[in-house]
């Protein structure tokens, strides 16, 4: 019997948590389920919508899901996707990050869903909001992990912090990575010096990359701040800004105030990440909260070594003093001094960057397919579902 696996999402956006959606149902479906794919259609997304449909992906438009957190739109959204579970009558419900994450999971308790699993691809217990947001949404997060049979982290780390929380109970979690394509990253990233010839980067300069959306929670601003000691110290260095968003503006703005806008390059929303980071001599992750960082291993697995905030999943990926280095978060005297280390010692980033390839494989799309699939089949067994 082919089990029927409706998956549920806020939005497809740039990022992490839905090129890890995607993913992740392209190897259930391998492994013999039929996903759709329940999600708020945006104009503003269209592209990444295609691109799902076009990897073999069966989508939903649930128009009330797309918006932000409203009382309203909720009920909305609600009732848009218990009409849609009594219509396609799914074996589990697999819902995605915080919004969807509690809607998807009320509707499939009101409609009795066999088997409920849920998957913040990170989590919001700090850095988003203020204490009392936070308490509030840690208070529902607690609530729904009652109607859940399963809760995927990225990392371990990510299972522990839930539980710090009261948040559902240890036999209830999996641990999954956000797979990346390892393998297929290498074959396409171009050799340093071509990738820094297209790219205009000068030969003897220290590049480090940053990845992802410029948004406050990324930590951008911190790196920023940390540049003029930087420059102080490494006259070549250069950072190189690999996204777009909607802080794109600020960052640019506080780098000319500190007087190193010259010293930063900001590439815009870009399909070439691999291109860029091979251009890179390491990669800085100053997030104030992050699931596990795709970013991280996409550049690890280049050979790159990391320089990451000590927040969210950041160290279950990076092993400090063997593949990069940790830093406390909020600090960017402390996130300068890392890239100044590593900017003086190209021996130690040599040795940092091929332990960090070895260490990407253990987040590759391989892993994690077969890690997800694992727990499904542990969850369908024990559900009766097999």
């Known amino acids: 019997m082919t089990l029927r696996v409706l998956h549920v999402i806020t ?49 939903v438009d649930v128009p009330a899901l797309r918006r932000e957190i409203a009382p309203l739109a909720d009920v909305r959204a609600l009732r848009q996707l218990l009409d849609l579970i009594r219509r396609e009558r799914p074996d589990i419900v697999h819902t995605h990050t915080s919004k969807a994450g509690f809607i998807g999971r009320l509707a499939a308790r009101i409609t009795r869903v066999p088997a409920v699993i849920h998957q913040p691809h990170g989590h919001v217990f700090y ?10 949404f840690t208070a529902l997060e607690r609530l729904a992990a009652r109607w859940t049979d399963l809760i995927i982290t990225l990392t371990t780390r990510g299972i522990e912090e839930h539980l710090a929380r009261g948040i559902g109970t240890r036999k209830r979690f999996a641990a999954v990575p956000s797979g990346v394509p390892t393998e297929a990253l290498r074959a396409r990233a171009p050799r340093r010096d071509a990738a820094r010839a297209q790219h205009d980067i000068p030969p003897d300069a220290f590049v480090v990359a940053a990845l992802g959306r410029c948004v406050r929670i990324k930590g951008f601003d911190l790196l920023v701040t940390a540049w003029p000691r930087v420059v102080a110290a490494l006259p070549q260095a250069r950072l190189l800004l690999i996204g777009d968003g909607p802080e794109r503006a600020a ?4 780098a000319r105030r500190l007087g190193v806008a010259e010293r930063l390059r900001v590439t815009g929303a870009t399909p070439d990440v691999a291109g860029w980071l091979a251009a890179a001599d390491a990669l800085a992750a100053p997030s104030r909260n992050e699931g596990m960082g795709r970013a991280l291993v996409e550049a690890m697995a280049l050979g790159l070594p990391v320089i990451g905030a000590a927040v969210g999943g950041i160290p279950a990926v990076v092993d400090d003093g063997r593949t990069g280095r940790l830093v406390p978060p909020e600090d960017p005297a402390a996130l300068a001094a890392a890239v100044i280390e590593l900017g003086r010692d ?31 089949e542990a969850l369908t067994r024990a559900k009766g579902l097999a």
């Not at 190897?27 to 990444?48: H, I, N």
């Not at 850095?127 to 509030?136: D, E, K, N």
């Not at 130690?348 to 397919?369: I, M, P, W």
């Open 11 to 59: 939005r497809l956006t740039l990022g992490g948590s839905s090129e890890n959606t995607v993913l992740g149902m392209q190897a259930l479906e391998r492994a013999g389920y039929a996903c759709t794919l329940a999600v708020g259609f945006a104009e503003s997304e269209t592209a990444v919508l295609e691109d799902a449909r076009n990897r073999g992906c069966r989508l």
């Open 127 to 136: 850095g988003y909001w203020g204490p009392g947001r936070t308490a509030l």
């Open 251 to 254: 960052l640019e703005a506080q």
């Open 346 to 376: 190209p021996d130690l980033r040599a040795k940092l960057g091929e332990a960090a390839v070895l260490r990407a494989e253990s987040f590759s799309t391989t892993s994690a397919d077969r890690a997800l699939v694992a727990a499904y």
